[in-house]
């Protein structure tokens, strides 16, 4: 299993159609609140995880502001959940980002958090709705250019 940086359309558009089995068809999120504006923005950057050839998982990192990355869109396929897939791409993410930001947010939903836990973010919220999933942000510090 691999992960790489999504820069071209092809490496993309894997990360999408993980994205599209996973939060579309697995759990039912509208199309029109799964794709935005940030997907084409130039400062957004696409993670895919491969075993082989074909796309398993998939990641998106976007400036929330001059100091902070926004971890979004994280998945895995259903069916190969529990072998890694999502810490390779946040390791991999995260590294990405030491060049860039301070620290990283995300929106995690509920049964993920302890997943995010284990990584190192810390709960900053409440339980909070996002399209129609419970959800809360959760932060996480970095140490730049380690």
């Not at 794709?35 to 398993?56: N, R």
């Not at 060049?99 to 909070?128: K, M």
């Amino acid at each position: 299993m691999r992960v790489v940086e999504a820069t071209s359309e092809a490496a993309r558009a894997d990360a999408f159609s993980v994205r599209r089995a996973v939060f579309v068809d697995e759990q039912g999120v509208p199309e029109d609140l799964e794709w935005d504006d940030h997907d084409e923005g130039e400062e957004t950057h696409h993670f895919v995880a491969y075993d082989g050839e074909t796309p398993v998982g998939a990641a998106r990192l976007r400036p929330k502001d001059e100091s902070t990355g926004k971890v979004e869109r994280v998945a895995t396929l259903e069916e190969r959940r529990g072998e890694g897939i999502g810490r390779a791409l946040m390791n991999e993410l995260e590294d990405a980002a030491r060049d860039e930001y301070d620290s990283l947010v995300l929106h995690a939903q509920t049964h993920a958090e302890p997943f995010y836990l284990h990584l190192g973010y810390e709960t900053t919220s409440d339980v909070f709705d996002e399209a129609g999933i419970p959800h809360v942000e959760m932060a996480k510090r970095l140490n730049r250019n380690q």
